[in-house]
């Protein structure tokens, strides 16, 4: 009887080929299928952050704008700011700077100047209040940094605002004055 058993204790110790194989066939496909996963999540990732200008900046600017040129009585697109603060050169065609008129309370007229500029080696759209003296200085502050190109243009009598995002996404804002 000892005999016997350890005949049967030998042959169950180990394993055999065919079980190893079924092993290593199951870790092939598990491995695979996760890479797989990890390759999708890393696409879907790229996918999401060359669309994170759409979804997270554009709104903003949507929002800045509107407000700006929804208050605004009149407009008028140049091609650089020192025209659009002298007054001379306006544009019929599209261009990088709007002048907007805002009418007071006691019936002055305050401008404000809307400019895609190129302002210490880097791109941005920024805003400007006139003052009296006509002089400016530096910009109040930036709507964004982001696109790579803005366009102010006239379509009907309506102000169109072209905004070419970081992956060459366009944008186009549509605004009129205040009636």
């Given at each position: 009887?000892?005999?016997?058993?350890?005949?049967?204790?030998?042959?169950?110790?180990?394993?055999?080929?065919?079980?190893?194989?079924?092993?290593?066939?199951?870790?092939?496909?598990?491995?695979?299928?996760?890479?797989?996963?990890?390759?999708q999540?890393?696409?879907?990732?790229?996918?999401?952050?060359?669309?994170?200008?759409?979804?997270?900046?554009?709104?903003?600017?949507?929002?800045?704008?509107?407000?700006i040129?929804?208050?605004?009585?009149?407009?008028?697109?140049?091609?650089?700011?020192?025209?659009?603060?002298?007054?001379?050169?306006?544009r019929?065609?599209?261009?990088?700077?709007?002048?907007?008129?805002?009418?007071?309370p006691?019936?002055?007229?305050?401008?404000?100047?809307?400019?895609?500029?190129?302002?210490?080696?880097?791109?941005?759209?920024?805003?400007?209040?006139?003052?009296?003296?006509?002089?400016?200085?530096?910009?109040?502050?930036?709507?964004?940094?982001?696109?790579?190109?803005?366009?102010?243009?006239?379509?009907?009598?309506?102000?169109?605002?072209?905004?070419?995002?970081?992956?060459?996404?366009?944008?186009?804002?549509?605004?009129?004055?205040?009636?």
């Amino acid at each position: 009887m000892k005999r016997n058993l350890s005949i049967i204790i030998r042959r169950t110790r180990g394993y055999t080929l065919i079980e190893i194989t079924m092993v290593l066939l199951v870790s092939l496909v598990i491995g695979s299928m996760l890479m797989t996963l990890a390759n999708q999540q890393f696409t879907f990732l790229k996918i999401f952050q060359s669309q994170n200008f759409l979804t997270e900046e554009a709104p903003i600017i949507n929002n800045q704008l509107a407000r700006i040129i929804g208050q605004a009585d009149r407009f008028r697109i140049h091609s650089s700011v020192a025209d659009a603060v002298s007054g001379v050169n306006p544009r019929l065609t599209a261009g990088p700077v709007v002048l907007l008129y805002f009418r007071q309370p006691d019936g002055t007229m305050l401008k404000g100047i809307i400019s895609f500029e190129n302002r210490n080696g880097s791109k941005a759209l920024y805003y400007y209040t006139v003052p009296a003296t006509g002089v400016l200085s530096t910009p109040d502050w930036s709507i964004t940094k982001r696109p790579t190109n803005v366009v102010f243009s006239i379509e009907q009598g309506i102000l169109r605002t072209t905004l070419t995002g970081p992956s060459n996404e366009q944008i186009i804002y549509s605004g009129t004055m205040q009636q």
